[in-house]
């Protein structure tokens, strides 16, 4: 079992910069891929960026790309997302996701959730 707690969302305006924090309590936490999500109000949990076991495999939505940077600290057990010029839209509830696996964008495919972190970018 493998618990998250996600931590850093806050409220933001158009343009500025967050960074979120996911702590992972299990020490093999440097053999799982580690990930992020989001979910606004009324749609899907959506992906928006993962790093492989390793970090030599990262993925990133398109719609994040060139703006969000993901990091991971294994003898920190930590995660992280810099997010930068943020939008509107980006504004959700972020969850970080873990997987004893391969490092996939496919989000049904991730093993365990944090209870996520509200991030909320003002016009």
Same mark, same amino acid.
């Given at each position: 079992?493998?618990?998250?707690v ?11 910069? %967050?960074? %979120? ?12 891929a580690m ?7 009324? $749609? ?5 960026s ?12 398109d719609s994040?790309k060139?703006?969000?940077t ?7 057990n ?7 010029s ?7 509830v ?18 365990y ?6 991030v $909320?970018?003002?016009?």
């Open positions: 079992q493998v618990q998250l996600e931590s850093g969302g806050g409220l933001v305006q158009t343009g500025g910069s %967050l960074g %979120l924090s996911c702590a992972a309590s299990r020490r093999t936490f440097s053999n799982y990930g992020w999500f989001r979910q606004a109000p009324g $749609t899907e949990r959506e992906f928006v993962a790093i492989s076991w390793n970090g030599n495999i990262i993925y990133y939505a994040v060139g703006r969000f993901i990091s991971r600290d294994t003898a920190n930590t995660v992280y997302l810099q997010m930068n943020l939008k509107p839209e980006d504004t959700a972020y969850y970080c996701g873990a997987r004893a696996g391969s490092v996939t964008p496919h989000t049904r495919l991730w093993d959730w944090g209870k996520g972190t509200l $909320t970018v003002s016009t």
